[in-house]
């Protein structure tokens, strides 16, 4: 890279004072070089301009730095140039920022969220977004700022803001119009050749265009400085504030995560899709908070990507009703066999529920709307919220094929019992469900009521997404050699204030290690279990290593963020809290730690990412891909033998399986592998490299393209039960290799 000259340098000065404060250690029997404190950061958002100069010879960037305040600082530098060499000068300008935004955070002991980056700039380097999110944890919101000063072309025609007589105003919905001045203004014009306009543009110089940038990027964070989420026309999921957030435009990255049968499965599949202009439609309750919402996000970020035409609509906003939450979340409890035995499903819950879900139907189904004729070509319907949907679009649209997912367990031991609320419950959906083309399952045993047809019935796991917030690497960049990384401390911090506002005790992190169970405060979560197996874990580490201090046994952390449509929530966690306050468990009480978190992913990449060791000690689960989470990050996993949790671990070598409710087997695994470092170690390398590509964002998807696919050449498919990535393998000519990680295929009995 040739070198860059400085055009105008950062100015402001960061207090030394503060940086040896904030740097500060003390001295630690077990870890002497741990910092005494998290490193305090402050966010900070940046705006990223570029431009050739000098007749295309040289190219200028602009970097502007923003406390969402105020614009605090501003650099420019100018770097050799070759028009239209993309590789070459892409990668410098890449070089570029990264290593200024990482220099100015480090002097600064900032942490900068987002980043407005122009258009004409990403132009010119394609990955810089991809490079911010994935080496800086940056948020890349793009913007098309254009050279010329324009003028409002939306503002309304108030009398005592615009006067009507200066021309300023346009109306709304035009393009938004340059702003001339006259050039005589500025300077002579009598050299100005004969027929040329004395009006001149006003030009925008290109720190004004990056300050622009930063001052836009800030709009598009809400509370808890994280992006905000958008909803469009008809209740679609506007994924990635409609496509302006670049987080991932490299899609060689996502190549990267799988191996290259999955990888030439999706190619092949997405091809036909995007050649037969095929729109894909999912369908689903929330927009935010839930396993299902954090898929969807993932799913369509890469779908367009591929330029896969897919959306994704949702049914509680804008129509949220606290009745229908709370039915959904009793139906779900019931089917789960977690519910009172006096809990039911009344005609009135029934009705209010039909009614909700027609209006949202009625949405959809209108001239114009996903539904309606000319709309998808497909139609996911995602668990027990939407099968209402079903029997309204087979009276619109008969042709339409319907693919419902089931995320749930069902307890089909339970719905056949006659009179039971497991059977009320089930019948209720049943009468919908059966409208649809294909039932997609857990690939659990049980979780599927014999009424489904065998020949309707596929096979397919949930999935997490590699590259999003929650399971990226953070970066691991650092400004002194003892300390984690910047971008984990700043979310660890973060946490810590967050404890600090709730009054909760606080992770002594990293002075000592911490047990963590990521989970929804649910009754099927397991969470008193959790806390009497660390109960017996401490107690056996006091009994069998007298020569650990306390100070030396780890802490332990229930986390995690719920769903709109979860009120069940603050009970359960009013519950857990009153349990640790117990004679049983009270002399561990400043050493848990309970949280309910703001939807924050990499705070929960960071939680996890820190840990020693995960538990997933639910009693009934569906998959639960926090399994798999935990594992690809290396975490050594305790966790029961429920739902599917024992298809993500290999027991012995990536984590250990128990019988629910035995805490006292839970508590010797926990022993084993804290006071065991080389079996920790063993643990934990064979977890990093045996995941799935199943249970990824590509993977999973390859599943929805396959479905898309078949049913557009006109192909009913009828799986009888077989897991829907072994069939898109071979439709695909995709085989497995000797050695691919994939889940266990054996033992299972998915209907009874």
Known sequence: MAPASAHHQFESVPSAAVRRRLSSTVPSKQRPNVTSTFASLTPMWAGIAGSPINNNQQYEIAISVHDSVYSTDFSSTVISFTPGNLDKTGKEIEQHVLETLRKFSTEHLCKFLGAGVTLPLLKETPNLCTRLWLDLDIVPIVFNIKPFHTDSATRPNVKHRISSTTGSYVPSGAETPTMYVESSHLSDNSQLPEGVSGRLPIQRTLDEQADSAARKCIMYFGPGNNPRLSIGPRNQVTVDAAGKIHLLDDIDEYKKTVGAGTWGAVTKLADELREKKVKIGFFSSTPQGGGVALMRHALIRFLSALDVDAAWYVGYVPNPSPSVFRTTKNNHNILQGVAPPELRLTQEAKDNFDAWILKNGLRWTAEGGPLAPGGVDIAFIDDPQMPGLIPLIRKVRPELPIIYRSHIEIRSDLVHVPGSPQEEVWKYLWNNIQLADLFISHPVSKFVPSDVPVEKLALLGAATDWLDGLNKDLDPWCPLPYLQSRDSQFYMGEFRSLCAKEKMTELQWPQRDYIVQVARFDPAKGIPNVIDSYAKFRRMLRAKAKDLDEDEH?????????????????????????????????EFTQDIVVMRLPPSDQLLNALMANSRIALQLSTREGFEVKVSEAVHAGKPIVACRTGGIPLQIEHGKSGYLTAPGDNTAVAEHLFNLHTDEGLYRRVSEYAKTHVSDEVGTVGNAAAWLYLAVMYHRGIKIKPNGAWLNDMLRAETGEAYVQGEPKL?????????
């Open 554 to 586: 780890p802490q332990l952390l229930i986390c995690g963020h719920g769903a709109v449509d979860d009120p069940d929530a603050s009970i359960i966690y009013d519950q857990v809290m009153q349990l640790i306050a117990t004679d049983e468990y009270v």
């Open 744 to 752: 266990p295929r054996g033992g299972l009995d998915i209907q009874g």
